[in-house]
């Protein structure tokens, strides 16, 4: 498939810069994929398109505050360092991350953290990622928690601020680990869980921690040839259960967002069930991948050309989801991290 068959024309005026002042108060498309009807709601009422034993399945994943900034002391260039992951070795302050621009740094070196600390580049890795160990940060967590800066995606023009602290997690955030936050579950709120849980809607768990890949384009002609980043997956016993159970009472499994979709659809058995453990995913869901596990899905609308729009393409069909991303723009729907949401039956 060629690259450009997943192109679509967006106003600019239609990224959304800020959330809204109500998580719950964005727009929300309903699309049939069987039929390609589309309807017009708001999150808010999400529960009218739920049905009692249905299984909505969540991811829990906390963003970090991966954004640093430092100065090359012999030269006073400005760098961003990003954080991608910890090593695998275990310890505690080596990562590998993102600098840039990655052509001041020639060799091993020491970067001036800004306001505090330092931070020394074991080792070139390529394309912009270095592996490297903080230095003068004390507890590392907590020195991050305090000077890191929530890693708002780049289409969104303004620098982060106290309140993306909050804004830009969800409310079933509890294990930290992403760089990006699984936008979908931004909507939600405790007044809406509950209106969702008193339906009798079942409510699951998994962790996907989103990692680089969420914000890479796609920069091959052909689809096929992307490459995925491996991104980290846990699926506990107790939703492998869920989903059972969901499966034994003719339920539907409810992916709250294109992560829960990757992380399940990783663990995917013939049958619907999926298999518990810890593991990393380079799953790539295009037009032609047959669903094991996902029977609904709740996302928000994505960047032109994005593996993203590809995988919900994927899920209602190329055409299908187009038309109503087109429908969305004349209707003036915000779009992306921090816009309106749509709803796939």
């Known amino acids: 498939m060629k690259l450009d068959l997943f192109d679509y024309h967006l106003p600019q005026e239609l990224i959304a810069q800020k959330p809204l002042e109500k998580r719950d108060a964005s727009r929300m498309l309903v699309l049939d994929r069987k039929t390609g009807r589309i309807e017009h709601s708001h999150v808010r009422d999400l529960v009218k398109w739920l049905l009692p034993k249905d299984l909505m399945v969540v991811n829990q994943t906390k963003v970090i505050p991966a954004r640093l900034y430092a100065v090359k002391a012999e030269t006073g260039a400005h760098l961003e360092v990003f ?94 680990g992403s760089v990006a936050a699984p936008t979908a579950g931004l909507h939600f709120t405790p007044t809406l869980l509950r209106s969702i849980q008193k339906q009798g809607v079942q409510k699951a768990e998994v962790v996907l921690h989103v990692g680089l890949g969420t914000f890479l384009p796609v920069d091959t002609d052909e689809v096929e040839d992307h490459v995925m980043h491996p991104e980290r997956v846990e699926i506990s016993p107790a939703l492998t259960k ?33 298999t518990p453990g810890s593991f990393e995913t380079r799953i790539f869901m295009t037009p032609g991948y047959q669903f094991k596990v ?50 796939v039956l």
């Not at 339920?251 to 049958?271: C, M, P």
């Open 83 to 176: 954080l991608l992951r910890p090593t695998l070795n275990g310890a505690p302050n080596e990562w590998e991350v993102l600098i840039n621009p990655a052509k001041r740094i020639k060799g091993v070196t020491v970067l001036k953290l800004e306001p505090k600390g330092e931070v020394a580049v074991l080792e070139a890795l390529g394309e912009g990622h270095f592996l490297v160990r903080f230095n003068k940060t004390g507890n590392f967590k907590s020195f991050l928690d305090k000077y890191g800066h929530i890693p708002l995606p780049p289409y969104i023009k303004r620098k982060d601020s106290a309140a993306d602290r909050d804004r830009y997690q969800t409310v079933f955030a509890k294990k930290a």
């Open 242 to 274: 869920a989903i059972q159970k969901t499966r034994d009472q003719h339920g539907r499994v409810v992916a709250i967002g294109t992560t829960v979709v990757r992380a399940l659809e990783s663990a995917g058995q013939v049958g619907g069930l999926v």
């Open 294 to 343: 996902v029977d609904v899905l709740f996302t928000n609308f994505h960047q032109p050309k994005s593996t993203l729009l590809m995988l919900v393409s994927a899920f209602a069909g190329r055409e299908r989801v187009l038309a109503a991303y087109q429908e969305a723009i004349k209707e003036k729907y915000r779009f992306f991290s921090y816009g309106d949401a749509m709803l």
